[in-house]
C-alpha cells in the first residue's frame, strides 16, 4: 500500500511516475530579526549570492526552454532584467545595512514599498510590473530561506510539486525535466492545466495535504485521469500503473492513427472537432491531430507574456502566422479575455475585491478602446490572408454587444480610410458565459454569425462557483440540471435563428459529457489539440438517437446525481474502456 493516496482535481491526463520535488512551498512565515551590527555585512552578502542564483537561474531556464514555450520567452528575459535591476536590490541593502533588518525582512519591506510606488503612479503598464517584482522578490525570499529548488532536480525528470504555480513560475523551470505537475491549490479551469497540456504531461490540482504528506524525493505516481496521487506506492501498485500507463499510450496512439477521419456518429451525426489554442505554436498539433480550425483562440496569452502592451503590428503578425498555419482552417480569435482568474488579472486584483465580478474580459476592453481597437484591427488584417473570426467573451446582453461591434466598425473604417487590407466579411460571434446571455440568447442570435459556450464560466456564473477555488469544485458541476438546461436552451435559440454553435469549455472534452451535447446536438466541440483524436474517436462509437434520449431524461431529471447517473450508466455501455483515458470534471455528485 502507498504511505498515502492524495486526491485532487485532474486537469492534463496521463499517468507520470518519478520523484517528488517541491518549488512554491506554502509562504512559511518569514523571519524578521535584527542583525547583530558586526553581522550586517555578512547579511548584505547573503542577499546579494540569493539575487545571483536567482538570475543564473533564469538563464540557464532560458537556454533549456523546450520548443513548445519558446514563444513566451519574453517574460523570463523581464524577469532577469528586474532581477538585475538596482532598485529592489539597492532598497533592500539600505534596510540591511540602516535598519539591521535580515534579508528576508527586509526584502519583504522593499517589495512593499515598491509594489506601492508603482500602484500610486496609477499608469497601467508599469502597475502591471508589480507582479513581476513579486515574483521575482519570491525567488529570491525562497533562495534566502532554503537550498535552491532547482538542485532537487539534478538527475533524470520529476514530478513538480508546488502550493501554487502561475505560468510565471512555470518558466523559470527546466520543463524538460518535469514529467507531471501537482498542486494544492487551483481548480478545474485553472492555468496550470492548460500549461500541462501544452505540454503533454499529466497534472492534478487542488491536492488537499499535497506538503503535509509528499517530502521531497518521495516516489510519486501522478494519475492526471483520475485525480489520485500515490505518495511512496507498493510494488504491486508500481505495477499497475505501469500497465496503466501502457494501455494509455496504446489507446493515444491508437486514436492519434485515426485522427484525420471525421467525428461522425455512428447513425450519421457529423460533428465538428476543432482546437483550444494559446499561441501559434499549437496551429501545427491542431493540423496533426485531425483539428478542423482553431475554435479558441485565448489571446490573453500573448499579452500576459509580454511585460509591454503588443503594438498593432506584434499582434497582426502573431494573427497572421497563425491565420495561415490553419488553412485551411478558420481561426477564431477571442479577443482579450484579462481579469479575474487570468494571470493579468492578479494585476488588476490588487484593485478590484472581487474580480471574477469585475472589470474583466469585454468590459476591460470597453474600457480600455485603444488597447481593444488595436487587437481588432490587427485581427481584421489577419483575416485578409485567410480564414479568422472574432469572438467577444463574457457578454452579458444586446447593449454589450453592440458596444463592442460598434468599436469593430470603427476599426474596420479606420482600416478602410488607410487603405490597408482587412476582411471585411469576418464572422463575428460571442461567447455565452453567463446566466444573463443564456436568457437573452434568441436576441443574442439575432445580432452574430455564431454562438461558442464557454461551460467553465458558465458553470461558474450559474451555480455561482469559483473556478479556481478548490474548496468548493466539488460542486462545479457539468451536468448540473440547471447547466444542461441553459445549454441546451442556447443551443436551441442558436438554431432557431440559423446560426452555429459551439462548445469550448472543457466540457467539450468531457466523455461524460459529450453523449449530452450530442443530444442536442451543439455543431463544434472545441477542446485541447491533445484531446481532440480521443474526443473524435468517441463520437465515432456514439449514437445520436441514444444520445437525444439521454438527453431527454436529464432534462427531467431534478438532480445533478441522478443525471450523473444516467449518464455513466450510458457512457458504461458505450464506451466503458475509453473513459478511464480521459479526466473527468463529473466529480461533483456528492
Ligand atoms: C470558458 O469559460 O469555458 C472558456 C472557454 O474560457 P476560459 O476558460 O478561457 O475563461
Ligand atoms: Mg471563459
Not at 482535481?9 to 512565515?29: D, E, H, L, Q, Y
Not at 533564469?58 to 528586474?82: C, K, N, Y
Not at 525582512?105 to 513579486?134: K, T
Request: hydrophobic share 45%; proline share 5%.
Amino acid at each position: 500500500m502507498a504511505r498515502a493516496v492524495l486526491h485532487g482535481i485532474p486537469v492534463s491526463s496521463g499517468i507520470a511516475i518519478g520523484k517528488a520535488f517541491f518549488i512554491n512551498r506554502r509562504p512559511r512565515s518569514r523571519r524578521h530579526d535584527l542583525v547583530p551590527l558586526d553581522q550586517v555585512e555578512a547579511e548584505a552578502a547573503r542577499l546579494e549570492a540569493a539575487v545571483e542564483a536567482v538570475a543564473a537561474e533564469f538563464v540557464e531556464a532560458r537556454a533549456a526552454m523546450p520548443e513548445v514555450l519558446q514563444g513566451q520567452l519574453d517574460i523570463l528575459d523581464s524577469h532577469l532584467l528586474m532581477c538585475r535591476d538596482p532598485k529592489l536590490r539597492n532598497e533592500t541593502l539600505r534596510r540591511i545595512r540602516e535598519g539591521r533588518m535580515n534579508a528576508e525582512w527586509a526584502l519583504e519591506e522593499s517589495l512593499e514599498q515598491i509594489a506601492l510606488a508603482f500602484a500610486r503612479l496609477n499608469v497601467p503598464y508599469i502597475r502591471d510590473r508589480i507582479e513581476d517584482v513579486r515574483v521575482v522578490a519570491g525567488r529570491i525570499g525562497r533562495h534566502l530561506s532554503g537550498p535552491p529548488d532547482k538542485s532537487r532536480l539534478e538527475s533524470g525528470r520529476g514530478v513538480l510539486l508546488a502550493h501554487d504555480l502561475t505560468p510565471a513560475d512555470a518558466l523559470g523551470l527546466s520543463l524538460d525535466r518535469i514529467s507531471a505537475f501537482a498542486t494544492e491549490m487551483g481548480g478545474k479551469t485553472t492555468h496550470t492545466g492548460i500549461l500541462a497540456r501544452n505540454l503533454r504531461i499529466p497534472a492534478v490540482v487542488g491536492v488537499g495535504g499535497l506538503e503535509e504528506e509528499a517530502v521531497e524525493g518521495d516516489l510519486l505516481i501522478v494519475d492526471g485521469l483520475s485525480g489520485r496521487i500515490l505518495v511512496s506506492p507498493s510494488e504491486a501498485e508500481l505495477e499497475e500503473y505501469i500497465g496503466r500507463q501502457r494501455r494509455f499510450a496504446d489507446f493515444q496512439k491508437s486514436t492519434a492513427d485515426n485522427a484525420s477521419l471525421p467525428a461522425e456518429t455512428e447513425d450519421g451525426l457529423r460533428v465538428s472537432v476543432l482546437a483550444n489554442i494559446e499561441g501559434v505554436d499549437e496551429v501545427k498539433s491542431m493540423q496533426d491531430l485531425g483539428g478542423e480550425g482553431v475554435g479558441l483562440v485565448r489571446t490573453e496569452f500573448y499579452y500576459i507574456t509580454r511585460s509591454e502592451m503588443p503594438r498593432e503590428d506584434d499582434l497582426f503578425e502573431e494573427y497572421a502566422r497563425m491565420v495561415q498555419a490553419a488553412a485551411p482552417y478558420r481561426v477564431t480569435f477571442r479577443t482579450l479575455d484579462v481579469g479575474a482568474d487570468k494571470i493579468f488579472s492578479e494585476r488588476v486584483r490588487l484593485e478590484e475585491p472581487n474580480p471574477a465580478l469585475g472589470l474583466r474580459a469585454i468590459r476591460y476592453c470597453l474600457r480600455h478602446q485603444d488597447v481593444f481597437r488595436r487587437q481588432l484591427r490587427a485581427i481584421l488584417r489577419a483575416g485578409a490572408l485567410g480564414k479568422a473570426a472574432i469572438m467577444f467573451p463574457l457578454i452579458s446582453g444586446v447593449s454589450e454587444l453592440r458596444q463592442a461591434r460598434s468599436v469593430l466598425n470603427e476599426a474596420r473604417q479606420e482600416l478602410d480610410a488607410s487603405g490597408i487590407p482587412f476582411d471585411p466579411d469576418i464572422p463575428v460571434g460571442i461567447m455565452i458565459e453567463l446566466p444573463a446571455a443564456v436568457l437573452t440568447a434568441d436576441a443574442l442570435a439575432k445580432e452574430v454569425d455564431f454562438f461558442s459556450i464557454g461551460t467553465n464560466d458558465l458553470i461558474q456564473y450559474s451555480l455561482g462557483v469559483d473556478r479556481g477555488n478548490r474548496h468548493v469544485s466539488y460542486l462545479h458541476q457539468p451536468l448540473h440540471p440547471a447547466v444542461v438546461r441553459a445549454v441546451k436552451h442556447v443551443v436551441d435559440m442558436a438554431h432557431k435563428a440559423g446560426i452555429k454553435v459551439a462548445v469550448c469549455g472543457e466540457m467539450a472534452g468531457d466523455p461524460y459529457c459529450l453523449p449530452i451535447l450530442l443530444g442536442m446536438p451543439v455543431d463544434e466541440l472545441s477542446v485541447a489539440p491533445a484531446n481532440m483524436p480521443g474526443i473524435k474517436h468517441l463520437v465515432r462509437r456514439s449514437n445520436a438517437e441514444e444520445c437525444r434520449e439521454l438527453l431527454r431524461q436529464a432534462l427531467a431529471a431534478p438532480t445533478v446525481h441522478s443525471i450523473n447517473n444516467a449518464v455513466r450508466h450510458a457512457v458504461y455501455n458505450r464506451f466503458p474502456e475509453e473513459t478511464a483515458f480521459f479526466a473527468s470534471q463529473l466529480d461533483g455528485d456528492r
